[in-house]
């Protein structure tokens, strides 16, 4: 009996050998099959079975790595080599292994048969070559024994920001930034490793290409690093007043290359993220003021007032009861005597505050340079609405910066670095004491409303949001800086000697204007009053 020859090659390739074998023994398929037993062998050990490959993965002095990652190139195996550095895994000869381990360079490795595979993996030296800009220049990071960290303009980009402080808060370990409040003009206090003194304070010294600077009035897309000395090898550079640290801000240098035009834009919505929820219904608050009240006085009184903007007194109150949100009752009366009596259910803080803010931010640079010169001129601007519905906190900067370097012969570089900054910020004042939060907290109940019948201010809203609706009090400031510094490099001897030297000018100024006009109220139909009156700039 013949047997078919693919369905001989199919029991083959199956291992049903012994039908195989049958069918053969009267044909003439016995030398094939001979053959065919031998690749059979040889696929099952190489093509259909695994194999245990083992080796020891050494650094470049010969000591052992553990933890090294072996996988195979474009699979899922894996194996981690142990103390000995001693690792197995199951593969096929023609594979790639991949060793990895950090601080190492990776490595790829063909099997090319079962030995033990041996692998020398080499130290990473991308780290240890890099630049960090310390106190008496730059170093590589191999050479430095100071404590330093060093964030790089990535820390800033593609997130517009007023201040530079506010980028750098949680980007680098152990420096605490500690601000006053959230106003975009406010300077921090910078802290390295904790307070530095107890009782005195002290802030870190901060240096802006090598001179004492705000980086309030700084463009933060103009910086290239920022360092911060923690250790007291500051002090031995910068004497006392590096005692509580250095941070080192460097602004960008021109790039060789083609001249080079830049520009970034941002729009920028804001909102504010925690506001108190505040009890708007009249009638509510009124019952919980009058509880507080009389228990600190063991219930033996009434109140006669709501702080100094409105009077209690118990039908008024009575009547509060059926004037809830929602009643759809007129908000004021009026009295027999003309004065004004107020059920209203007031959010003020709904009336203080916008549901957002807007800004825009546009940078542009250009920029270009060879061995022999290079330029680098950048300007921002960056303005910023107030959260404030009325009257509001609006804020603004310009910057501008030039920079350049010129190789007038091959021992002397010469440059100059020129900034200009103006910062522009109004922020309103109520003039009864200044504060319009106590002013909320006092003197805008609920109950009370913006505006009387007669298109007057209240006296609870002149006492807070109505004073900045009012729109005639605040706070004017202007800063302003103009800095030049000119400095050269001179080496001589192949380099092995150096000469620096620079001047800086600097010229900083500040404007501050305050405005206070009193502010109409009225209690009372046709009568007018006045908070404020012992202040007018008008």
Same mark, same amino acid.
């Given at each position: 009996?013949?047997l078919?020859?693919?369905?001989? !090659?199919?029991?083959? $390739?199956s291992g049903?050998q012994t ?6 023994e009267?044909? &003439?398929?016995?030398?094939?099959? $001979?053959?065919s037993?031998?690749? /059979? ?8 079975q ?15 790595l553990s ?5 195979l ?7 981690v080599?142990?103390d000995? #550095?001693v ?11 991949v ?7 990776s490595?790829?490795i063909t099997?090319?048969?079962?030995? =033990? ?7 990473? %030296? ?19 024994? +100071?404590a330093?960290d060093q964030? +790089?303009?990535?820390v ?6 007023p ?6 808060q949680?980007?680098i370990p152990?420096?605490?930034i500690?601000?006053?409040? +959230?106003k975009p ?8 490793r ?11 010294l ?7 600077g705000? =980086?309030a009035?700084?463009?933060? &897309?103009?910086?290239? *690093? ?12 910068? #004497?006392?007043?590096g005692?509580f640290?250095?941070?080192?801000? /460097?602004?960008?240098d021109?790039k060789?290359?083609?001249?080079s035009?830049?520009?970034t ?8 993220t ?8 009249g009638? !509510?608050?009124t ?8 228990s600190? @006085?063991?219930?033996s009184?009434l109140p006669?007032a709501?702080?100094r ?33 107020y059920?209203? %259910?007031t959010?003020?803080y %709904?009336?203080?505050?916008?549901n ?11 920029q270009? $340079?060879?061995?022999?010169n ?7 601007? @960056?303005?910023?609405?107030g959260?404030y519905r009325?009257?509001s906190?609006?804020y603004?900067m ?8 010129a190789?007038?012969f091959?021992?002397?570089?010469? &440059?100059? %670095?020129?900034?200009? *900054?103006?910062?522009? @910020? ?5 003039v009864?004491d200044g504060?319009?939060?106590? +002013? ?6 609920p109950?009370?409303p913006?505006?009387?019948p ?5 006296m #609870? ?12 009090n ?18 001589f001897f ?6 620096? #030297?620079?001047?800086t000018?600097?010229n900083?100024?500040?404007l501050?204007q305050v ?6 109220y ?12 012992e202040?007018?700039?008008?």
């Open positions: 009996m013949d078919p020859k693919s369905l001989f !090659l199919f029991l083959v $390739a049903i039908q195989a074998m049958a069918f053969a009267t044909t &003439d398929w016995r030398l094939k099959l $001979a053959a037993e031998k690749i /059979t062998g040889r696929l099952n050990s190489t093509a259909f695994q194999n245990t490959i083992r080796g020891k993965v050494v650094d470049g002095n010969g000591n052992a933890g090294v990652s072996v996988t190139k474009g699979k899922n195996t894996a194996a080599t142990n000995d #550095g690792f197995e895994i199951q593969a096929q000869v023609g594979e790639t292994l060793f990895s381990s950090v601080g190492h360079v490595k790829e099997i090319n048969s079962l030995s =033990p595979v041996n692998v020398v993996l080499a130290i990473a %030296n991308e780290q240890l070559s890099e630049v960090v800009v310390v106190g008496y220049g730059k170093q590589k990071k191999a050479n430095l024994t +100071g330093v964030v +790089g303009s990535e800033f980009e593609n997130r517009p920001m201040n530079v402080t506010q980028g750098l949680g980007a152990n420096l605490n500690n601000l006053a409040d +959230g003009t406010r300077s921090a206090s910078y802290e390295i904790g307070m530095g003194s107890i009782g005195q304070g002290g802030s870190a901060i240096l802006i290409d090598g001179v004492e705000d =980086p009035m700084l463009n933060p &897309d103009d910086i290239e *690093s920022v360092s911060v000395l923690k250790d007291a090898a500051s002090a031995a550079i910068y #004497g006392a007043r005692s640290g250095v941070v080192l801000i /460097t602004t960008k021109p060789k290359g083609k001249t035009v830049n520009y834009g941002n729009l920028i919505s804001k909102s504010a925690v506001l108190p929820d505040m009890v708007t219904d009638y !509510l608050y019952k919980m003021f009058l509880e507080a009240y009389s600190y @006085y063991d219930y009184r006669t709501f702080h903007s409105y009077t209690f007194k118990q039908d008024w109150y009575d009547e509060m009861a059926n004037r809830r949100p929602g009643s759809g009752k007129p908000e004021v009366e009026v009295d027999a005597n003309g004065n004004y009596l059920y209203a %259910n959010d003020w %709904n009336i203080l505050f916008k957002q803010a807007w800004g825009n931010e546009h940078n542009l640079s250009v270009g $340079a060879t061995d022999k290079g330029f680098i001129i950048s300007g921002r601007y @960056y303005t910023q609405d959260l009325y009257n906190d609006d603004s310009y910057n501008l910066r030039a920079k350049g370097f190789k007038i091959d021992w002397l570089v010469v &440059d100059n %670095n020129t900034e200009l *900054s103006q910062m522009n @910020y109004f922020y309103p004042h109520r009864g504060s319009v939060w106590y +002013g909320l907290e006092g003197d805008s109940n109950m009370i913006m505006f009387n007669d298109g007057t201010l209240t #609870g809203a002149a006492f807070s949001a109505g004073d900045l609706w009012y729109g005639k605040g706070i004017t400031t202007k800063k302003r800086l103009l800095r030049n510094t000119t400095s050269f490099t001179s080496s192949n380099d092995v000697f150096r000469v620096k #030297g620079d001047l000018f600097r900083a100024d500040g501050e405005r206070r006009v009193p502010v109409p009225s209690n009372k139909v046709g009568q007018i009053s006045y908070i404020g009156t202040t007018n700039d008008l």
